[in-house]
C-alpha cells in the first residue's frame, strides 16, 4: 500500500494558521492526496482532497507540490476545535483507503 | 440526507465469546461499505470492505468476519474473541467506486473491550 510521512505531532496557537506537511513520494499520475481528521472518541471526518492543482474549501486548503511528492494541508485560522488527528492519505486502487499514523495537532489556547 | 447508524456504542465482552457489530447506511442505495478497527494508540486499520450485497473482501487475515445480508446493511462478527480484538471498531461508507474522487463517510463508532 502506498505509504506516506507525516510528522507525529505539531503544535500551534490558536487563531494562527497552521501548515501541515506530507511526504508521498511513491505518488504516480493518478494517485489523489486526501485528508481527514478524526477528533478524540470519534470517526474520521474527510477534510479536502487533489490531484495536481492547490484546493480550496470551507475547512482549509490543500498545497500540492509541482513535483506532487509532497503536500501541505492549510488551516487558515486555528480554532480549539481544529484539535484533532490528521491523516494524509494517497489513494491507489479503487476502492479502499489506508490510513498511516497521522499528525496529532495541539491548539494552544 | 444520508446517515450511518453503528451499534453498540459500548461493549464489554470476555474471552472467548462472540461478537456482533452492526452498521447500517441511510438515505443512498448501493453504497460500498467499510468496516475499520483502532487499537488504543494506533492509526485506523481496514479490516473489510464490500461493493455489494454478499460480496466481503477481507483486509487482513484474523478470527473476524464481515458479511452484507442487505444493501445497506453491513455486520461484523467473531465466534471467539480474543484480548486483541479491542479496540474502537468504525462503519464506513462511499457512493462512488473510486474513492480518489470521492468522500468516505464514518460512523461514531463502537468501541470494544476485550476482558
Known amino acids: 500500500d502506498a505509504k506516506t510521512t507525516q510528522p507525529n505531532s505539531m503544535e500551534s496557537n490558536e487563531e494562527e494558521p497552521v501548515h501541515l506537511p506530507c511526504n508521498h513520494s511513491?505518488?504516480?499520475?493518478?494517485?489523489?492526496i486526501h485528508w481527514y481528521r478524526q477528533l478524540p472518541s470519534q470517526g474520521p471526518e474527510y477534510v479536502i482532497h487533489?490531484?495536481?492543482s492547490n484546493v480550496n474549501n470551507r475547512m482549509a486548503s490543500l498545497a500540492i507540490a509541482e513535483d506532487r511528492k509532497s503536500s501541505t494541508l492549510i488551516l487558515h485560522r486555528a480554532t480549539l476545535r481544529d484539535a484533532a488527528v490528521y491523516y494524509c492519505i494517497q489513494i491507489q486502487g479503487a476502492q479502499k483507503l489506508v490510513f498511516g499514523q497521522g499528525t496529532r495537532l495541539t491548539i494552544n489556547p | 440526507s444520508q446517515t450511518i447508524h453503528q451499534w453498540p456504542a459500548t461493549l464489554v465482552q470476555p474471552v472467548g465469546s462472540p461478537l456482533s457489530l452492526e452498521c447500517t447506511v441511510e438515505?443512498?442505495?448501493?453504497?460500498?461499505l467499510y468496516w475499520y478497527r483502532q487499537a488504543a494508540g494506533r492509526g485506523l486499520q481496514l479490516l473489510f470492505y464490500s461493493v455489494g450485497i454478499g460480496q466481503i473482501s477481507s483486509e487482513v487475515p484474523q478470527n473476524l468476519s464481515a458479511s452484507r445480508p442487505q444493501d445497506r446493511q453491513f455486520i461484523l462478527s467473531s465466534k471467539k474473541l480474543l484480548l486483541s480484538d479491542s479496540g474502537f471498531y468504525l462503519c464506513?461508507?462511499?457512493?462512488?467506486?473510486?474513492?480518489?474522487?470521492?468522500?468516505?463517510?464514518f460512523g461514531e463508532g463502537s468501541r470494544l473491550t476485550v476482558l
Open positions: 511513491t505518488i504516480s499520475g493518478t494517485d489523489y
Open positions: 438515505g443512498t442505495s448501493n453504497p460500498n
Open positions: 464506513a461508507w462511499s457512493t462512488r467506486e473510486y474513492l480518489g474522487t470521492g468522500e468516505l463517510f
Open positions: 487533489g490531484l495536481t
